[in-house]
């Protein structure tokens, strides 16, 4: 368990939280650029002082304004990659996974050093010099350094802001691999809510240096608070599913959500596996009756739960079943000429096309 209650004056800003998390997994801090969530991981890693307030982690006290307890950082066992790699450009790759071996307070096992090495790919890398590698590379190998180091705690400090959009793919499966193949807590600071949705097991909706929401992805999805920060046409439902069936040849996949099924892009996928998929409100078409005769591969029965104005448009909640719930934006006059109301009977239109599920464990948890 992770508990953090401070607060700290800079200047105009104020940093105000009180947050209790679930450990292990990946706890996401979201939000805007200025929000307070370095300052925050900063406190949390001993790098920063002048707050109020109390750190504990795992029943281990690490700060106590009130009873002057201040672990001092190198004491706290917590791996840092930060938004640059920062590693020691005179050291070979497998110099700087050593120097993270030394800080462990116990030297890792040869076996070890090989599962970290071949959990994040990095031995065909091992003799060359960062300045060799790709900006890809170089984060992979400072996760390795951190991992060797044998960590309480990993805070990811925006780790994949200074690569394009090419690298971040290159490094999100293997943060994946992280969170799923091992036990270690994750603070991942993030301000891109495609990372958030990936990865994350809990997530904090940050603003103005306070907590605005907290849940788990597919509750925070459906928040008030993130619609503010992401926008228009990045809102909509998160779902957890579990793959029925796969069809190789097209690379589709039937996926269970509430009482229905989706068929979705799902690689290297298999059946059993737990699936996240997010359904964006803009691309969900809703209809009255039930169609006939469309190319839409998707069609799910539900119960209209909440319409919400959202700008010049309307947000529909609809319940597709077991208190699954999917968005979607429509005009304000098609709320108004399909007559729709809470409690209405509706089918929700999905394309395939338009989604992709994420494998989010190594097992299905049903």
């Given at each position: 368990?992770?508990?953090?209650?401070?607060?700290?004056?800079?200047?105009?800003?104020?940093?105000?939280?009180?947050?209790?998390?679930?450990?292990?997994?990946?706890?996401?801090?979201?939000?805007?650029?200025?929000?307070?969530?370095?300052?925050?991981?900063?406190?949390?890693?001993?790098?920063?002082?002048?707050?109020?307030?109390?750190?504990?982690?795992?029943?281990?006290?690490?700060?106590?304004?009130?009873?002057?307890?201040?672990?001092?950082?190198?004491?706290?066992?917590?791996?840092?990659?930060?938004?640059?790699?920062?590693?020691?450009?005179?050291?070979?790759?497998?110099?700087?996974?050593?120097?993270?071996?030394?800080?462990?307070?116990?030297?890792?096992?040869?076996?070890?050093?090989?599962?970290?090495?071949?959990?994040?790919?990095?031995?065909?890398?091992?003799?060359?010099?960062?300045?060799?590698?790709?900006?890809?590379?170089?984060?992979?190998?400072?996760?390795?350094?951190?991992?060797?180091?044998?960590?309480?705690?990993?805070?990811?400090?925006?780790?994949?802001?200074?690569?394009?959009?090419?690298?971040?793919?290159?490094?999100?499966?293997?943060?994946?691999?992280?969170?799923?193949?091992?036990?270690?807590?994750?603070?991942?600071?993030?301000?891109?809510?495609?990372?958030?949705?990936?990865?994350?097991?809990?997530?904090?909706?940050?603003?103005?240096?306070?907590?605005?929401?907290?849940?788990?992805?597919?509750?925070?999805?459906?928040?008030?608070?993130?619609?503010?920060?992401?926008?228009?046409?990045?809102?909509?439902?998160?779902?957890?599913?579990?793959?029925?069936?796969?069809?190789?040849?097209?690379?589709?996949a039937d996926v269970r959500v509430g009482e229905g099924l989706l068929q979705l892009l799902c690689a290297d996928a298999?059946?059993?596996?737990?699936?996240?998929?997010?359904?964006?409100?803009?691309?969900?078409?809703?209809?009255?009756?039930?169609?006939?005769?469309?190319?839409?591969?998707?069609?799910?029965?539900?119960?209209?739960?909440?319409?919400?104005?959202?700008?010049?448009?309307?947000?529909?909640?609809?319940?597709?079943?077991?208190?699954?719930?999917?968005?979607?934006?429509?005009?304000?006059?098609?709320?108004?000429?399909?007559?729709?109301?809470?409690?209405?009977?509706?089918?929700?239109?999905?394309?395939?096309?338009?989604?992709?599920?994420?494998?989010?464990?190594?097992?299905?948890?049903?």
């Amino acid at each position: 368990m992770l508990h953090i209650a401070l607060r700290q004056q800079r200047g105009t800003f104020t940093l105000d939280v009180n947050i209790t998390a679930s450990t292990p997994g990946v706890i996401a801090l979201f939000g805007r650029s200025g929000c307070g969530k370095t300052t925050l991981v900063n406190l949390l890693a001993g790098l920063s002082q002048g707050a109020q307030g109390r750190i504990v982690v795992d029943d281990q006290v690490w700060f106590d304004s009130e009873r002057g307890v201040q672990v001092p950082a190198e004491l706290r066992r917590i791996g840092y990659v930060f938004q640059d790699a920062r590693l020691f450009p005179h050291y070979s790759v497998r110099g700087n996974l050593e120097y993270g071996a030394k800080r462990a307070p116990q030297p890792p096992s040869a076996a070890r050093f090989d599962e970290v090495v071949d959990l994040l790919g990095l031995a065909p890398l091992l003799q060359r010099r960062p300045g060799g590698l790709s900006g890809g590379e170089r984060q992979r190998v400072a996760l390795g350094r951190a991992l060797l180091s044998q960590p309480r705690l990993l805070l990811l400090d925006e780790p994949l802001a200074s690569l394009d959009a090419a690298r971040r793919e290159d490094v999100l499966p293997w943060l994946e691999r992280l969170r799923d193949q091992l036990q270690i807590p994750m603070v991942f600071v993030s301000h891109q809510y495609d990372e958030v949705l990936r990865l994350a097991t809990e997530v904090l909706v940050m603003d103005d240096g306070r907590v605005v929401a907290q849940g788990d992805v597919a509750s925070i999805s459906l928040a008030p608070a993130l619609r503010a920060i992401v926008g228009p046409d990045a809102i909509g439902a998160v779902l957890d599913g579990h793959i029925e069936r796969m069809d190789t040849a097209t690379g589709l996949a039937d996926v269970r959500v509430g009482e229905g099924l989706l068929q979705l892009l799902c690689a290297d996928a298999s059946i059993g596996r737990r699936v996240r998929v997010q359904l964006r409100a803009r691309d969900i078409i809703l209809a009255t009756v039930e169609p006939q005769g469309l190319s839409v591969r998707n069609q799910l029965r539900g119960t209209l739960c909440r319409i919400s104005p959202d700008g010049d448009s309307d947000l529909i909640e609809v319940d597709i079943g077991g208190g699954t719930r999917v968005l979607s934006r429509i005009t304000r006059s098609a709320t108004q000429q399909l007559q729709l109301r809470p409690g209405l009977v509706l089918w929700v239109l999905v394309k395939a096309v338009s989604t992709r599920g994420y494998i989010f464990a190594p097992e299905a948890t049903a």
